[in-house]
């Protein structure tokens, strides 16, 4: 069965600083593997997917993420942040059609801006 | 374009009665999702629909929840004889295709509290 392990539950950061929000999946074929954002008091929103190809993914917002097979791993970054970027932020791993239709999760990283 | 749509957008409820719960998916997608928030965790799978097929309920918590999704598009879920455990936020999700591979669009969820 397919599982996503977000193993920081808060993140603390400063205004301008960088940003990594680490995201480790279980899956046995290509992973289908989202990042979402989730504003307080709102739904989630799509930051980025990767499906194939290029193993480095441009999202919204100025968030790459990277895709790592050998580290099974598709950690989200931001070079910069900005206060507005403190939100829930959801790591989610899909399957290949035909296989399960049912997205995981990962509980979420909740990231704090200091100004 | 229109996103996807919940109503009540806040639902305050004694326990033992039913609630409906409305999802307005955008407009041609097949796959409908609902998922439950509870305070400071995750999104927890409930129901899965796909076009004109059998529902997967495999999520759903106890037999007190239900869910239908009329002409494709339009879905209910109904929690009978609620209880304080169901208080969180239900969001709604649709993607064009399957979520597993697909986008998912979430509305602005349902927050449901049980008194």
């Known amino acids: 069965a397919q599982s996503v392990t977000q193993p920081d539950i808060h993140i603390t950061v400063s205004e301008g600083a960088s940003l990594e929000l680490r995201c480790n999946y279980s899956y046995g074929a290509t992973p289908y593997l989202f990042w979402y954002v989730q504003s307080p008091g709102q739904g989630l929103q799509l930051l980025l997917k990767y499906f194939s190809g290029d193993t480095l993914v441009q999202g919204i917002k100025g968030f790459e993420a990277e895709f790592k097979r050998s580290q099974s791993s598709f950690n989200l970054r931001k070079p910069s942040v900005h206060w507005s970027d403190a939100a829930e932020y959801f790591c989610a791993v899909g399957a290949e059609p035909g296989g399960s239709y049912i997205p995981t999760f990962g509980r979420g990283t909740s990231l704090i801006v200091h100004p | 374009g229109a996103g996807v749509s919940q109503s009540p957008s806040n639902k305050v409820t004694e326990k033992g009665k039913d609630v409906e719960l409305r999802c307005d998916p955008i407009s041609g997608h097949t796959a409908l999702y609902w998922y439950r928030q509870s305070l400071g965790q995750g999104l927890e799978f409930l129901i899965y629909f796909q076009g004109n097929s059998a529902p997967d309920k495999s999520g759903l918590p106890s037999d007190r929840f239900s869910a239908e999704r009329t002409g494709g598009s339009v879905s209910t879920l109904t929690i009978q004889r609620t209880q304080q455990e169901d208080s969180a936020v239900y969001f709604c999700?649709?993607?064009?295709?399957?979520?597993?591979?697909?986008?998912?669009?979430f509305g602005p969820g349902t927050r449901l509290t049980v008194l």
């Open positions: 999700a649709s993607s064009p295709l399957a979520g597993g591979t697909d986008t998912q669009y």
